[in-house]
């Protein structure tokens, strides 16, 4: 069974289209976040929700939205996309953060703006 | 501010030699919570072990073993007898609800 399932797994679109990736988790966890991994394998938080609710946003443009249906759900949708989006993005989730534990990654969405 | 350091860019290795990758962290918390991550060729990111600033207790686990020593703000992660499926690229992260991440070392283990 998946814990952390994202898709797509490979998304390839022009500049200026809008996209959505999809992230569950069916740990049971409360916190879920988004990262970003760019070409030089450098990792950095995007956003974080805790029980839906956003705690960390990370100066990501406002072009990128996150939505949180319910706790095991975190979309993240694009809006005019730019070249710079290119990247890997990688949802993860946690139970108890303050507390110490571990994030659980999801498999990553490759993007990449043609 | 917190800061994950990992200068170790690349490390090329033959099979069966014992590895060492460092981490240096910086952070004022006096609680706070220490991760590697490996990352395959194939991408995930997998969770290896976590410690927490209260515990310097050293941890192995078949061929990995992790010193953490708070004196020196270090958190180093050994791989003994390596193996080509050892191959990655490690990161070190320090956080709770936001992981700083090092910039990661990429692992060549040589057949």
């Known amino acids: 069974d998946t814990a952390v399932s994202q898709t797509p797994k490979y998304l390839v679109t022009q500049m200026g289209n809008d996209k959505s990736i999809k992230c569950e988790q069916n740990l049971g966890h409360d916190t879920m976040y988004w990262y970003k991994q760019d070409s030089k394998k450098f990792l950095k938080i995007m956003f974080s929700y805790n029980n839906k609710e956003l705690i960390i946003n990370e100066t990501v443009p406002n072009r990128f939205s996150p939505k949180s249906p319910d706790k095991a759900h975190l979309n993240l949708h694009i809006n005019s996309l730019e070249l710079g989006d290119s990247a890997v993005y990688f949802c993860?989730?946690?139970?108890?953060?303050?507390?110490?534990?571990?994030?659980?990654f999801g498999d990553g969405t490759r993007l990449s703006i043609l | 501010a917190q800061k994950v350091t990992q200068a170790q860019t690349e490390i090329s290795v033959v099979e069966k030699e014992d590895v060492t990758l460092d981490c240096v962290y910086e952070?004022?918390?006096?609680?706070?919570?220490l991760f590697w991550y490996k990352q395959p060729p194939s991408g995930e990111l997998v969770f290896l072990i976590r410690r927490n600033s209260f515990d310097e207790q050293n941890e192995i686990s078949g061929r990995y073993s992790w010193n953490f020593q708070k004196s020196t703000s270090s958190f180093n992660f050994t791989i003994t007898a390596s193996q080509v499926v050892d191959s990655a690229v490690y990161f070190c992260?320090?956080?709770?609800?936001?992981?700083?991440f090092g910039t990661g070392t990429r692992l060549k283990v040589l057949a």
């Open positions: 993860a989730s946690s139970q108890d953060p303050l507390n110490g534990q571990p994030q659980h």
């Open positions: 952070t004022r918390d006096t609680t706070y919570y």
């Open positions: 992260a320090l956080g709770t609800y936001k992981y700083i």
